[in-house]
T-cell receptor, first 114, second 112 residues
Framework: NAGVMQNPRHLVRRRGQEARLRCSPV?????VYWYRQLPEEGLKFMVY????????ESGMPKERFSAEFPKEGPSILRIQQVVRGDSAAYFC????????????FGPGTRLTVL | AQSVTQLDSHVSVSEGTPVLLRCNYS??????LFWYVQHPNKGLQLLLK??????LVKGINGFEAEFKKSETSFHLTKPSAHMSDAAEYFC??????????FGAGTRLTVKP
């Protein structure tokens, strides 16, 4: 029974390139969350998605960042025109329902912007 | 608004001695509280959670935490530290599944 899977695990981009981070939730989970962990900081919520819908994107930077969770396939966090400050670990989590339910976290994608 | 404060950024203990990682929270509602652990180069793993059932919660790897409403605390403890416990620990408060707040983390070092 596979848990949350994220790929790639490590991603290196040059300034100005695009980064695409993928998250496959636990089978049967329809709620996906993205978090960012900056160096020396705690996790910060970015966006919460349910299949084909963005429910809460209050933690997403207003520009360059977008997320989707299509009917088929993984959730994608997309960062356009990356800058050095985007270097961080990005974690995805999934849960089966909304409410006070446990979120299961993926291993994270470590993005390095050169 | 809700928030969580982990009172120590770094805790160092000797192997075999007790572990105490402190967490205080504020929430307008009856919160759910979680402790997650992150080992180096790994993802987050759930240690335990409190969701308004028993106030003393037992988790994996011998960890437990006690919810104290009067003190707004949810401290994580373990009677005897093991070298493999060295990691970063996050306290999390949630009053709905799309509004989780993470603490800044406590780095636990275990000395031989």
């Amino acid at each position: 029974n596979a848990g949350v899977m994220q790929n790639p695990r490590h991603l290196v981009r040059r300034r100005g390139q695009e980064a695409r981070l993928r998250c496959s939730p636990v089978k049967g989970h329809s709620h996906v969350y993205w978090y960012r962990q900056l160096p020396e900081e705690g996790l910060k919520f970015m966006v919460y998605l349910q299949k084909e819908n963005i429910i809460d994107e209050s933690g997403m930077p207003k520009e360059r960042f977008s997320a989707e969770f299509p009917k088929e396939g993984p959730s994608i966090l997309r960062i356009q025109q990356v800058v050095r400050g985007d270097s961080a670990a990005y974690f995805c989590a999934s849960s089966p329902t909304v409410g006070m339910d446990t979120q299961y976290f993926g291993p994270g994608t470590r993005l390095t912007v050169l | 608004a809700q928030s969580v404060t982990q009172l120590d950024s770094h805790v160092s203990v000797s192997e075999g001695t007790p572990v105490l990682l402190r967490c205080n929270y504020s929430s307008s509602y009856s919160p759910s509280l979680f402790w997650y652990v992150q080992h180096p180069n790994k993802g987050l793993q759930l240690l335990l959670k409190y969701t308004s059932a028993a106030t003393l919660v037992k988790g994996i790897n011998g960890f437990e935490a006690e919810f104290k409403k009067s003190e707004t605390s949810f401290h994580l403890t373990k009677p005897s530290a093991h070298m493999s416990d060295a990691a970063e620990y996050f306290c999390v408060v949630s009053d709905s599944n799309n509004d989780m707040r993470f603490g800044a983390g406590t780095r636990l070092t275990v000395k031989p």
